[in-house]
Nanobody, 120 residues
Framework: QVQLVESGGGLVQPGGSLRLSCAAS????????MGWYRQVPGKERDLVAA???????NYADSVKGRFTISRDNAKNTVYLQMNSLKPDDTAVYYC??????????????WGQGTLVTVSS
């Protein structure tokens, strides 16, 4: 069984920074893509940023230049450095791992979510 455990959410003032972490555990051979999504009540879950095993990244337009995604393949961990935070960034942030290669085949896994609140 593969699990994703997130950490790093919390309350921050506008203009501040937070760093989210997400570690995958279990019987994992490799993970193709790891990413972060966010969701606010009443809206769909949207992609924030994603990174391939080779380091290719993709960002939502709303976070380009402010957020940076990175990963440590040896630790099966992905990070999201969030700078210049705005109230509109307030959401529950979910970690995602896609094409996780395990002894049982390919999986897609979601974390439990971590709340980020940007408010003064």
């Amino acid at each position: 069984q593969v699990q994703l455990v997130e950490s790093g959410g919390g309350l921050v003032q506008p203009g501040g920074s937070l760093r989210l972490s997400c570690a995958a555990s279990g019987s994992i051979f490799s993970i193709s893509v790891m990413g972060w999504y966010r969701q606010v009540p009443g809206k769909e879950r949207d992609l924030v940023a994603a990174i391939t095993r080779g380091g290719r990244t993709n960002y939502a337009d709303s976070v380009k230049g402010r957020f940076t995604i990175s990963r440590d393949n040896a630790k099966n961990t992905v990070y999201l450095q969030m700078n210049s935070l705005k109230p509109d960034d307030t959401a529950v942030y979910y970690c995602n791992a896609a094409d996780v290669v395990t002894p049982d085949g390919y999986l897609e896994v979601w974390g439990q979510g971590t709340l980020v609140t940007v408010s003064s």
